[in-house]
């Protein structure tokens, strides 16, 4: 079984109010993540993601583009120790 990791991803930009936080939901659930996605409250976006390197790899590029009416202008992400996460979903 291939070892799990949790990123804690920070997405800066234009991106709240252009539906990142649903295409986040669709695309980690694609993909097999778990965790959550929220939006802070100085207008960037926050997510934890969970699954294996390449799973969370894949998904950070995506987090670099993001959906089609976002500007995203940083991705940053830390390592940490997996929370082990039932599913993904929209926090509030």
């Given at each position: 079984?291939e070892?799990?990791?949790?990123?804690?991803?920070?997405?800066?930009?234009q991106?709240?109010?252009?539906?990142?936080?649903?295409?986040?939901?669709?695309?980690?659930?694609?993909?097999?993540?778990?965790?959550?996605?929220?939006?802070l409250?100085?207008?960037?976006?926050?997510i934890?993601?969970?699954?294996?390197?390449?799973?969370?790899?894949?998904?950070?590029?995506?987090?670099?583009k993001?959906?089609?009416?976002?500007?995203?202008?940083?991705?940053?992400?830390?390592?940490?120790?997996?929370l082990?996460?039932?599913?993904?979903?929209?926090?509030?």
């Amino acid at each position: 079984m291939e070892e799990k990791l949790l990123y804690k991803i920070q997405v800066k930009g234009q991106v709240q109010g252009v539906g990142f936080r649903w295409n986040t939901l669709r695309e980690a659930r694609n993909r097999g993540i778990k965790g959550f996605v929220k939006n802070l409250p100085d207008g960037s976006v926050y997510i934890e993601a969970e699954g294996s390197i390449k799973q969370l790899n894949d998904f950070v590029e995506w987090c670099k583009k993001g959906p089609g009416f976002a500007l995203v202008e940083s991705v940053t992400k830390e390592t940490f120790p997996p929370l082990n996460y039932r599913d993904f979903q929209i926090d509030v």
